[in-house]
């Protein structure tokens, strides 16, 4: 007799990751092009020599740390595997089975895998013509039965963000037993001032929880670290239903070495942010639309040929990133790269 799984695992979204091509130039999975610092490199060499040792089961350095960097007490501070993990502990520590998440679609697609995963109902609600969240449709969607929201800030794959006045509308409307989880793996690229900082909200807000990585513009994506900032008795619950030793000793020193030079890593994301008004130029010239983004990745609405476009960036050695019926998502690459990407979308046929 057969194993018996959850009969609604059948129904889990896969999460897509971009793929690499021997041979073809990764723009798809918005990495940076860059590869970790020399100090943050050595620091994870010294880290890796310890690796017959378990990690700080508490993350109790890199947490201290974070704490001073944002001026926020280190209890309200829980350390995962990537922003991705946080987000399935978030529902795993508010929502019983049947209970809602509501977020924006098209978004992060492991939000839908982390709520069906943890019980929970995922409530899309589509984004609006300019492919920004409709928050007002967001607020409309929540019911008794919501006990989460994601707001993806700048949002993935579209690029776009909510501004701070339609953000607090938002926040108005939201129940305060609802929590508002902020994620910002992008704000580091982020150069419009109009788009708020979700820590500075979680000071006046008791039902918000702001979303870190250190995966992009920290160029750690392949050591999986990333952290929340939300109440103290969220953060307990989080690192509550964490996997225990879950944050490796080599990503825990590269995270803080990464710290050490973040002046240098973020005039490195100046550099994404240049090359992404680049491709947004250009590609406009060429007659595709291209929706304004805050990150380090341009996002192109084409629709039922988003699958057609993805395989003939490909034929000419570029990947990129397709979501089949909505549209292509390019990440900002060296301006090498860069190059040959818009050399590819020149010669799509249209």
Not at 53 to 67: E, F
Not at 248 to 268: I, R, Y
């Amino acid at each position: 007799m057969p194993v018996r799984l959850r009969d609604d695992l059948a129904a889990l979204p896969t999460y897509v990751a971009g793929r690499t091509v021997p041979g073809a130039v990764k723009l798809a999975s918005n990495e940076m092009p860059l590869p970790p610092l020399p100090a943050v490199l050595s620091a994870i060499q010294r880290a890796v020599e310890a690796g017959n040792r378990y990690p700080d089961i508490a993350v109790t350095t890199l947490t201290a740390r974070l704490a001073e960097h944002h001026g926020v007490d280190p209890s309200r501070i829980a350390v995962g595997t990537g922003s991705v993990a946080l987000c399935g502990q978030l529902v795993q520590s508010v929502c019983a089975p049947g209970d809602e998440v509501v977020f924006a679609w098209r978004s992060f697609e492991a939000y839908p895998i982390v709520a069906l995963a943890g019980h929970a109902q995922a409530v899309r609600v589509p984004l609006t013509a300019g492919h920004v969240h409709d928050l007002d449709a967001m607020a409309d969607a929540i019911t008794e039965r919501t006990r989460l929201v994601f707001v993806c800030n700048p949002n993935n794959p579209t690029g776009t963000a909510v501004d701070e006045t339609a953000l607090r509308a938002f926040l108005e409307r939201v129940p305060g037993d609802v929590l508002v989880v902020l994620d910002e793996a992008y704000r580091e690229f982020v150069t419009d001032p109009a788009v708020p900082d979700g820590l500075a909200l979680a000071e006046e807000y008791d039902n918000i929880c702001v979303l870190r990585t250190f995966s992009k513009a920290h160029r750690l994506a392949g050591l999986r670290v990333g952290y929340a900032v939300g109440p103290a008795e969220l953060a307990a619950a989080l690192r509550g239903v964490a996997v225990p030793f879950g944050v490796s000793s080599a990503a825990q020193a590269g995270a803080l070495a990464a710290l050490d030079h973040l002046d240098e890593l973020l005039a490195d994301c100046a550099g994404a942010v240049s090359e992404v008004a680049r491709m947004a130029s250009e590609l406009r010239a060429m007659g595709y639309e291209v929706p304004p983004s805050q990150t380090n990745f341009v996002w192109l609405p084409l629709g039922e040929r988003a699958l057609e476009f993805s395989e003939h960036a490909l034929e000419n050695k570029v990947v990129v990133r397709a979501f089949a019926g909505d549209g292509v998502r390019v990440s900002a690459g060296t301006p090498e790269e860069v190059d040959l990407f818009l050399a590819a979308a020149g010669s799509f046929s249209r």
